[in-house]
């Protein structure tokens, strides 16, 4: 007998991006705390950009077992999907610009969703304030994302950006990233076997890396006379983000 579930998590929870992995764990960690059942769902299998069936950044994952669901040839069989989930929700990240949507397999407006099921994003985002669409993606979007219950972006120019492009209207909403109790991901991090500094030190996620922003983040090391680690782009081969920079200042 299939699991029945609350809520159905589709977007980049398993791409190689560390960002996408913290957002949709903690979008996970957040939902399961309010006692609902929750299940991740991933792009098809025809879908052009590919990710893994596990998010690969994590040492152990950090989700139930019971969250994976079956990974569907194309989106005319995820349609399966609404025979066990009452609620679908899509975001966070740049799930609605056209390079992630059409690379997903054009799933992320949730057109593949019955009429009766729950239709929410949450934080999601275009990726850009330009209007890039064609007059037939304009239209087709705009009638996917009126089909929604609810939608909120994740950058206040993006709400005004759905309005004004697809007229329909959402809220301005903070990335789930920031929701749960920081003791979540102390408990997350305790799993980590890197090395790290032992004094005072600086963080800095660089998913675009320049000289400038090394600059930067050396000059203010010295002024809060501190270390620095540098993780970069977990996907570029040139700057394995595997192994974590340390530098002395």
Request: proline content about 4%; charged content about 25%.
């Amino acid at each position: 007998m299939k699991l029945k579930y609350d809520i159905g998590i589709l977007g980049t929870w398993c791409f190689k991006n560390y960002g996408a992995h913290l957002t949709y764990y903690a979008l996970y960690t957040i939902l399961k705390k309010r006692g609902y059942k929750v299940c991740l769902i991933s792009c098809p299998k025809g879908a052009p950009l590919q990710p893994a069936d596990r998010p690969e950044l994590f040492i152990t994952s950090p989700y139930d077992e019971e969250a994976y669901v079956e990974r569907y040839t194309n989106k005319f069989e995820m349609r399966k999907a609404n025979d066990f989930v009452d609620c679908f929700l899509v975001g966070s990240d740049q799930i609605w610009g056209n390079a992630i949507y059409k690379g997903m397999g054009e799933c992320v407006f949730l057109d593949f969703v019955f009429a009766n099921k729950k239709k929410i994003a949450y934080a999601a985002s275009f990726g850009h304030n330009k209007f890039n669409y064609t007059y037939q993606e304009q239209v087709k979007y705009s009638y996917y994302l009126s089909r929604f219950d609810a939608i909120s972006i994740r950058e206040k120019s993006g709400v005004e950006f759905l309005k004004k492009s697809f007229g329909v209207d959402g809220q301005w909403a903070i990335d789930p990233v920031f929701l749960p109790n920081v003791e979540e991901y102390y408990k997350l991090a305790a799993k980590s076997n890197k090395a790290m500094p032992e004094k005072n030190y600086i963080c800095a996620y660089i998913l675009d890396y320049s000289s400038e922003k090394i600059q930067a983040l050396k000059k203010f090391a010295n002024e809060m006379d501190c270390e620095y680690v540098i993780i970069t782009d977990a996907q570029d081969p040139r700057k394995n983000a595997k192994t974590i920079h340390c530098h002395k200042k």
